[in-house]
């Protein structure tokens, strides 16, 4: 078993549409949990921390569910700029390296 | 641009080819990683540095594959007999041990390609 696996997508949607995608972890201990925006050919860039009560930036809603061993992304009134794709990012051990999944493509038509 | 720097930006070699990047952190950060990614995929842990010294090797490095940060600034990765399948990106990282989850920033990247 991958110890980060995401639906990979592609979610196809229009212009201030929601869309949400989750991905779920391999161990029930890890403690800190990200959202990292990847463009194409360009480097990771981080998007937010997840936090254990859920947490929003702006648009962006993120969500942990630490029974299930999932975290979700949440993004409200889409923009043509928010496609690209979102790396789930799990500090599986609680050392200093980070699991990636292998990403979720988003596309905002217009 | 005080952020983290990656040279080059491009290489391409030939399969039996040695080859070097180097990677510039954000000046203050102590902790140095390297990436490796393939095309569709996340990025893979290879190693990481904590100041000058190198705490963990991945599997994923093979003898061919060496890392270095001599004076616990820039790091260097070397690859030596290039093989097609190491054809990636590889992202370096830095953070700032700050005694909890240190959030890591990536540099843009150096994408190898064998022929």
């Known amino acids: 078993r991958k110890e980060v696996e995401q639906d990979p997508g592609p979610f196809n949607v229009p212009e201030g549409a929601t869309v949400a995608f989750n991905c779920t972890y391999s161990?029930?201990?890890?403690?800190?949990f990200f959202w990292y925006r990847q463009d194409c050919r360009k480097e990771p860039k981080l998007l937010m921390s997840?936090?254990?009560s859920g947490n929003e930036d702006g648009r962006f809603t993120a969500q942990l569910n630490r029974a299930s061993q999932y975290i979700s992304l949440l993004i409200r009134d889409s923009k043509l700029s928010d496609s690209a794709t979102y790396l789930c990012v799990v500090n599986i051990r609680n050392d200093y390296k980070l699991s990636f999944g292998a990403g979720t493509t988003v596309t905002v038509r217009a | 641009d005080t952020g983290v720097s990656q040279n080059p930006r491009h290489k391409i070699t030939k399969r039996g080819q040695n080859v070097t990047f180097r990677c510039d952190p954000i000046s203050e950060h102590n902790r140095l990683y390297w990436y490796r990614q393939t095309l569709g995929q996340g990025p893979e842990f290879l190693t990481y540095f904590q100041n000058e010294a190198q705490l963990e090797k991945s599997r994923l490095l093979s003898d061919r594959f060496s890392a270095e940060r001599p004076k616990g600034s820039f790091s260097t990765l070397e690859i030596q007999r290039t093989e097609q399948g190491d054809s990636a990106m590889y992202l370096c990282?830095?953070?700032?041990?700050?005694?909890?989850?240190?959030?890591?920033?990536f540099g843009p990247g150096t994408r190898l390609t064998v022929l």
């Open positions: 997840v936090y254990s």
């Open positions: 990282a830095s953070s700032l041990n700050s005694g909890s989850t240190d959030t890591q920033y």
């Open positions: 161990n029930s201990a890890s403690q800190s």
